[in-house]
């Protein structure tokens, strides 16, 4: 699968980003198309492993590996949209639906899609008994991202991260 080298990205004039629903559809096709994919999946024990599939002047995709019990920790994607789709295995995502509905907990079989807004804040999660994988886009690309605890008066950051700490 080609990659555009960063550098080309970066000089390259500024697109609008793309909808939820068009990374929705860029995570379902690539899903789609294991032979794209599934032979680059790796399994850490350590922690979650990923990598960036592809990387375009307005959208970037990812793909994860989580084995039991691997989670992202409370997150938000520094003000781009998102989508991720399950491609293998059982995920939980842990959402809040704001002050008068609380936190959300959805169970993502494979095949699930979920995509959100710039302010998106979530936790995934896998608490099944097998690995999962999953491909995610972002739009723009990822440049930042805000780490949070769960705290009896709600969500409080606690890092704020960039692309060299991935």
Known sequence: ??????????DAPPRPP???????????DLAERPERWLHRVRLSAEDRWYERLEL????????????PGQSTGFHD???????FTVALGELEELALA???????????PSGSERAFGPQYLHDVRNTS??????LHAYSPPLNE?????LRAGGLVRTATEGPEQW
């Open 1 to 10: 699968m080609p990659t555009v080298p960063a550098e080309s990205v970066l």
């Open 18 to 28: 793309l909808s939820p629903n068009a990374l929705r559809r860029i995570v379902r």
């Open 56 to 67: 375009a002047q307005d959208y970037e995709v990812w793909l994860i590996s989580w084995l």
């Open 77 to 83: 994607h520094g003000g781009s949209r998102g989508a």
């Open 98 to 108: 704001g002050p008068e509905h609380g936190l959300t907990v959805r169970r993502l």
């Open 129 to 134: 008994p097998g690995p999962a994988v999953t």
């Open 145 to 149: 991202m805000s780490r949070y605890e």
